[in-house]
């Protein structure tokens, strides 16, 4: 075992499962429900990740970039794999080659992708973006009947679908999806299948599931509001699929008045016992949290003290028994009673759980149980 870094990412993969099949229940049975596999599965591990969705009967996967497909596909994923970002012109070949949908919006990249497919003898599957409302990728709604008639002209692409995607729909309260899905269902065109919905679509406006849905953090185990999002039928909860655990490097005792780690931004108020442990900013323990995160020892709350490291950081154990260089240690997860969710992580980083998710899991090494 030598060698092994002791920071440690466990993925849950039983976990991936349940919330595989709660979010396709939620969806319909009759809807497909693609993975959002981006970002190494948001720090999961994409090539673990999606065999497990593959498994569970996942047919339709998402990436951002072009080299993300191709790993995913030399992974051994056979079914559909989309990429969102699009297709630039050197990067034809490549779709063509794996066998990928790219998701496009612009007609430079349609043609591109079709003279290919004439010099090949084929017809590529290409899903349009339709911005209705995020302001991101995609064209506006009353450019897109012109756009679909020139690919109509090109003999290489065929369109499967169009997409658009929602800025709001983690909040519940704001009548934006609504409005943003009336326009999306009024594109009156008849091509393929239609896509908009992301978790927050799925859980909170189901009216919006058409006939795929991209699924990202639900799968994953978290609600994309934090906190608020969870609904309390236990059956129904979607189960986090993360946990990181590290153990204590070093205890030690310090009198009062003693500042602790670079520019002692805290200094004990009395005797204190610190546990130095070998997780810093490098691992994805944001900087940020310094002085105000806590993680679990024997069950117990410790908060970090001082600022966070490179590798190291200190918290305080002084109300806590016993505590030893060698004990385990929970930065996200649940140990004895208490849990520490990656959305009690987020507040702290005035983030979202998407984001500590990726920094701790692409930072880590991941163990799959
Ligand atoms: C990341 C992403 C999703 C998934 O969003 P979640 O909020 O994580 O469910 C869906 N669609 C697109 C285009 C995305 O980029």
Same mark, same amino acid.
């Given at each position: 075992?030598?060698?092994?870094?002791l920071n440690q990412i466990t993925v849950n993969r039983s976990a991936l499962r349940h919330n595989f099949h709660l979010l396709q229940k939620k969806a319909g049975h009759g809807v497909r $429900? $693609?993975? !959002?596999?981006? +970002?190494? +599965?948001?720090?999961?591990?994409?090539?673990? @990740? +999606?065999?497990?969705?593959?498994? @569970? &009967?996942c047919r339709d996967f998402g990436v951002a970039e072009l080299g993300e497909g191709v790993s995913l596909r030399e992974s051994g994923i056979r079914d559909n794999i989309f990429v969102f970002l699009g297709c630039l012109r050197s990067d034809v070949p490549l779709f063509f080659e794996h066998n990928l949908i790219p998701v496009i919006f612009s007609l430079e990249s349609a043609q591109a992708l079709s003279d290919e497919?004439?010099?090949?003898?084929?017809?590529i599957p290409v899903h349009v973006k339709v911005d209705c409302g995020m302001t991101r990728l &995609? $064209?506006?709604?009353?450019a897109l009947a012109g756009f679909l008639l020139e690919l109509q002209r090109l003999p290489g692409v065929k369109v499967g679908g169009i997409a658009s995607h929602f800025p709001r729909a983690d909040d519940r309260n704001s009548s934006h999806t609504t409005e943003q899905f009336r326009i999306f269902n009024s594109l009156d065109v008849n091509v393929g299948i239609r896509h908009t919905a992301n978790s927050g679509g799925i859980l909170y406006f189901p009216q919006t599931c058409c006939d795929m849905v991209r699924a990202g953090i639900s799968l994953y185990g978290y609600y994309p509001d934090g906190f608020s999002g969870i609904e309390f039928e236990p059956e129904e909860l979607l189960r986090p699929a993360m946990e990181f655990n590290t153990c204590v490097l070093q205890v030690k005792t310090v009198p009062a008045n003693v500042g602790v780690s670079y520019g002692h931004t805290y200094v004990t108020k009395k005797e204190s016992i610190l546990a130095v442990l070998p997780v810093g900013y490098e691992d994805g323990l944001s900087r940020s949290i310094s002085n105000k995160g806590e993680v679990l020892v024997h069950g117990q709350r410790a908060k970090i003290r001082g600022r966070i490291c490179m590798n190291l950081? !200190?918290?305080?154990?002084?109300?806590?028994?016993?505590?030893? @260089?060698?004990d385990a240690v929970m930065i996200l997860g649940a140990q004895r009673n208490d849990t520490i969710s990656g959305d009690e992580i987020a507040d702290w980083m005035e983030s979202i759980s998407y984001e500590v998710l990726c920094l701790f899991g692409n930072n880590n090494e991941r163990k799959y149980i």
């Open positions: 075992m030598s060698g092994e870094s $429900l $693609l993975a !959002m596999v981006k +970002a190494d +599965a948001y720090g999961h591990g994409m090539k673990e @990740a +999606a065999a497990v969705f593959s498994e @569970a &009967g497919g004439v010099k090949r003898g084929t017809c &995609g $064209l506006f709604p009353d950081c !200190m918290v305080d154990v002084t109300h806590i028994e016993n505590v030893h @260089a060698g």
